[in-house]
Every structure is written in structure tokens, then in C-alpha cells.
């Protein structure tokens, strides 16, 4: 029987398990959707509800406990700016997993984690944009004194 087992081990030792959801809570805040292993996403789920309700309340000492559970500023700062403006009339349930079918190289289940309501130019935040290689000169001179 499964009686008192409160979450999964992942099979990962428990500093690797902290840094694991540490990582995935800022790449979520930051791109507000991933995919991720069905289990990953349902252990990450009640993590980021959480640290959306600390970030409802804005004062000091929730900013100094949100900063020691992520360790990166940009995050805390979008949690408390954006997230809390966002999700102040909803009451939690602030984030979906769905369902994304297997992955090819092992079977594993996967899933996409996504917050409610999310912003969609947020996952484009770290694509470079194209250049356009015609515009550039080509110099051969500049080739020449290089070699």
C-alpha cells in the first residue's frame, strides 16, 4: 500500500530533485509553457501554484522567502510584477498539465505544463531573430589581413 508517500523521488537523490524543480520553476516563470515528463509536470504543478500565491502578496519577506526558493531575480521580479497583476481575481489553478503523448527514444509519458491565461510571445524570448546574410559585406580585404 502507498499510504503516507507525499510526492515522487524521480529516482533522484533529494539536492538533485531541489535543483531539478528550482530549474523547471524558472524556465516556466520565464517561457510560461514546457514540456517536460508527465510526472516532472505533475510534481511541478502544486510548486508553481504556490509561488504565484507568494507573489500575490507583496511585501519583503515574501520577496526574500520567493528569491531563496528560485535564486534568480528576473523570475521573482516577474512573479511579483506580472504573475500577481495577472491572477489577482482567480483563487489558484493558476497552471494546466496536459497530456503530450510519448517520447520516441524511451516510451516516457510527456506532458505540457503551462500556466493559465499565459502570455504567448513569452517562449520566443531567448530565439535569436534571423539575419540576413545579404546585407552583410563581404570584404576581402578584411578576410586577408584575418589570415
Known sequence: MRHRFSYRK???T???RKALFKNM???LIKYEQ?????PKAKELKPKIDKVITIGKKSDLNNKKNLFSKLQDKNSVKKVFETFSKRYANRNGGYSRVLKAGFRT????????IELVDRDENAKKIDKPKKVDTSKIEKDPAKKAATK
Open 10 to 12: 524521480l529516482n533522484k
Open 14 to 16: 533529494s539536492e538533485h
Open 25 to 27: 520553476l524558472n524556465s
Open 34 to 38: 514546457i514540456v517536460t515528463t508527465l
Open 105 to 112: 527514444g524511451d516510451d516516457a509519458p510527456m506532458a505540457v
